[in-house]
């Protein structure tokens, strides 16, 4: 009786859960996702439908819920449609989390292809090895390009624990019809202690929930109706690395926060502008320029040679510019002055002979390019493991922790600021004609200045406060930027909207094939608070830990 209970609340929870989200988010994903009667009946032993996306809702609650899959039980299955008046197209990825015990599942649909307008039923096989008993945890990714043009792609993740046993019991189906019977186990007293700690944790959630949506839609009322869409998660990001559930670093690297809040650097003193300046000043008729890397409207990117046997980039500006972007130039081109690590780029001269033309040299190996660019390029990024991407974040995360340690915080960390060589070899860059050379990733507020709203932090876009915490934030914004191919960051978000998001608990999306662990550094990132997010040498020693751990198997 008492699991009969249970099995019934969790359908009542998770429907209403999906009832009270349909209630207070409008989120467009245009297909349903769901299990059919038959699939619950399997799996939980009632007959009842629970949607993950309704007509273009997700319910968040339901995908968050970990579906245990009985021992009897050898597959899984989804139904799905596109209700976009067209197939939509998909990739889906299964990931076991212990391989020995559960090999990698078999799909009995392609890896990539379109989601039907018609109903379709597809099965994911949970074939058990028998070795030794355990609960296996099973991972379904599903990506769905909703709008190729706008980048409008929706992410949904899937939970499922498959119980195995030491000798694999007969089947009950296999990529089969599905059967309406499973042999389930009879309660026990401790059962019933769990179901009342569930219903009861249940109904938290719920009053939770509905007071959210109550909060939601006071909001509504004064900011309007905001836009969600299934690109984005609420993320729980002040916790620990280690709280994922298959973190393999020690607990001890990054569980220390701040104590207090970070320094903040503010802008140079026009004096030591011009000191910096006139120690960094060489002949312009010692630089070459060899060609063309990057244009704007009026900033320019050369790759050349200084003295004729040193490799170096060159930025400037063209004839037409104003004296503002001049001298934007030759501050942001300042910012790092001084640096020596190598992880970052610095500044190896200026030249200010022609005042209205000014030379920025940076000493570059020949093969450097921007790493935005080089994200972007199939032919060159497509290619990219994941240990590469934990290797190119470490390195930047080494540059950051020097930049900090001699109070120098950056303001503008993401992709289109760093280089890279063929070497994979990744340095931070300034900032100098980044506004110029990529004007899709600065927005102005109203307030006649062009900034980073998708990577800056909460306090940042309010109140243009930097700090080393805002750095923080928005080097997992760089992170995802490594994992996604340089994808625009919130990219269905009108800017003027992104401090609603961010202070209702939005965060980006996993995204796919990126490991559990390497996300949960991400959203650790995106802390609201600036105490509660890690400084660079805690994120410095959870990404070497991990790299040391994902290459011993490499």
Known sequence: MAKKIYEYSIIWLLNFGC????????????????????????????????????????????????????????????????????????????????????????????????????????????????????????????????????????????????????????????????????????????????????????????????????????????????????????????????????????????????????????????????????????????????????????GRVYRGTYNDNQDVLVKTVAQHASQMQVSLLLQEGMSLYGASHQGILSVLGVSIEDHTTPFVLYSAPNTTRNLKLFLLDPSCARTITTVQIVMMSTQLAQALVHLHSHGVVHKDIATRNCVIDDQLRVKLSDSSLSRDLFPGDYNCLGDSENRPVKWLSLEALQHKQFSEASDSWAFGVLMWELCTYAKQPYSEVDPFEMEHYLKDGYRLAQPFNCPDELFTIMAYCWALLPVERPIFAQLNACLSEFYAQVTRYV
């Open 19 to 298: 009832w009270l989200l349909l209630l207070c988010c409008n989120v467009q994903s245009h297909l349903n996702v769901y299990l059919n009667p038959q699939e619950v009946m399997r799996l939980l032993g009632v007959s009842a439908e629970v949607y993950y996306v309704r007509e273009g809702h997700v319910n968040n609650y339901a995908l968050n819920f970990i579906v245990p899959v009985p021992a009897n039980v050898r597959d899984i299955t989804f139904t799905w449609q596109s209700l976009a008046g067209r197939p939509l197209p998909y990739s889906i990825n299964v990931v076991s989390t212990d391989q020995e015990i559960l090999p990698r599942p078999f799909i009995n649909i392609s890896q990539i292809g379109e989601i039907p307008t018609n109903e379709q039923t597809f099965a994911i096989g949970l074939k058990c090895s028998g070795i030794r008993a355990s609960e296996v945890d099973v991972t379904i990714s599903i990506e769905v390009i909703l709008n190729r043009a706008l980048s409008n792609v929706t992410h949904l993740v899937f939970r499922r624990k498959r119980i195995c046993l030491l000798a694999e019991p007969e089947e009950n189906t296999v990529l089969g019809p599905v059967l309406l019977e499973t042999a389930v186990p009879p309660p026990t007293g401790i059962l019933t202690i769990i179901v009342s700690s569930s219903l009861a944790l249940a109904l938290v959630i719920i009053l939770l929930m509905t007071a959210y949506c109550v909060r939601r839609s006071a909001k509504r009322q004064n900011h309007g109706q905001l836009m969600r869409t299934s690109s984005f998660q609420r993320l729980n990001t002040n916790v620990p690395c280690q709280q994922s559930a298959t973190y393999i670093g020690p607990p001890s690297i990054i569980s220390p926060i701040h104590s207090s809040l970070p320094r903040k650097v503010g802008t140079q003193q026009p004096e030591e502008l011009h000191r910096r300046i006139s120690e960094l000043t060489v002949e312009r008729c010692r630089v070459r320029l060899s060609n063309l890397l990057q244009e704007g409207t009026f």
